[in-house]
């Protein structure tokens, strides 16, 4: 029976196993982008909403704030957040977006068992058929619409390319 202690000494491992998907096939790259994008989006909603609600008055919303609170601390915000990694963040945060909502689309296809195929005899010595060649190109579509995005992302806060 395995203590306490040595349950501890593998967190490490199993976190690096699952979020360093080194040698691996498209199916586990998938799988970690999906994880790892959709806990940065989960947390970038959250601080998104806190950040707003304090830009809009915070905790001190319901009480009549002196003549010009609002707009100093507008000027406040808008000083703050009017910068290039911010406007950084933004554009990666666009490309998770857009391939979790892409990728998740293809894993509901795929648990409803639309994009899996017929099944098949196993076959020991075929590597596993968990990724059908629709669900392939969903997941290289979801890169590509996600990189899309992002170069839009980047033209729309830089002006890079429409100049």
């Known amino acids: 029976m395995r203590t306490v202690r040595s349950q501890a000494r593998s967190y490490p491992l199993v976190l690096k196993t699952m979020l360093v998907p080194v040698g691996y096939t498209v199916e586990r790259w998938s799988y970690t982008l999906q994880r790892?994008?959709?806990v940065v989006v989960t947390l970038y909603f959250v601080l998104h909403v806190v950040e707003t609600g304090n830009f809009i008055g915070g905790p001190n919303v319901w009480y009549v704030p002196p003549k010009d609170f609002a707009?100093?601390?507008y000027q406040?915000?808008?000083e703050l957040l009017h910068n290039p990694v911010f406007d950084a963040g933004l554009v990666v945060i666009g490309w998770m977006v857009a391939f979790h909502t892409i990728n998740g689309i293809r894993l509901t296809l795929a648990h409803f068992g639309i994009t899996l195929g017929k099944p098949a005899r196993v076959d020991p010595e075929s590597p596993p058929?968990?990724?059908s060649n629709l669900q392939r190109a969903i997941f290289w579509a979801s890169i590509a619409l996600a990189t899309f995005a992002a170069v839009y992302s980047v033209d729309a806060l830089f002006g890079v390319l429409s100049g």
Do not use: I, L, M, P
Request: proline content about 0%.
């Open 76 to 78: 406040h915000v808008k």
């Open 129 to 131: 058929r968990s990724f």
């Open 36 to 38: 790892v994008t959709g």
């Open 71 to 73: 707009a100093a601390y």
